[in-house]
């Protein structure tokens, strides 16, 4: 789901749209949504982002990081597991090209992909 579909279901619906989140994107919008969503109750697994480094401000990953959300830079997502919904999600390390790197996969559970990029 979009980050924008998330926020709107826990600010406007009331409505956590998973129990274990993993974001997809760094920048400002994943950032604050992950924060949103840790404040609604829902546990947000780790933020990936495909670039070097974290796009947002800092002081936003600030405080995902304190609530413990692990950030993983230079990763992207490489698939999605489950049998009739989300079960788990598979990140995988990119090199300096953005090419995966095989042999780096982490398997994380999840039950709800956001995608902020």
């Not at 279901?9 to 993993?22: A, T």
């Not at 600030?62 to 597991?81: D, L």
């Not at 990140?91 to 090419?99: M, P, V």
């Amino acid at each position: 789901m979009s980050s924008g579909a998330a926020q709107t279901l826990i600010n406007i619906e009331r409505v956590i749209p998973g129990e274990r989140i993993l974001m997809i994107g760094s920048g400002n919008v994943g950032l604050i949504v992950g924060y949103q969503l840790l404040q609604a109750g829902a546990d947000v697994v780790a933020i990936i982002e495909a670039a070097p480094s974290i796009t947002g401000y800092l002081v936003h990953a600030g405080k995902v990081m304190r609530a413990g959300v692990p950030i993983y830079t230079g990763h992207t997502i490489k698939e999605v597991r489950g049998s009739k919904s989300v079960e788990e999600a598979v990140i995988i390390a990119l090199d300096k090209k953005w090419n995966p790197i095989e042999g780096t996969e982490k398997t994380v559970p999840a039950d709800t992909v956001c995608i902020s990029v």
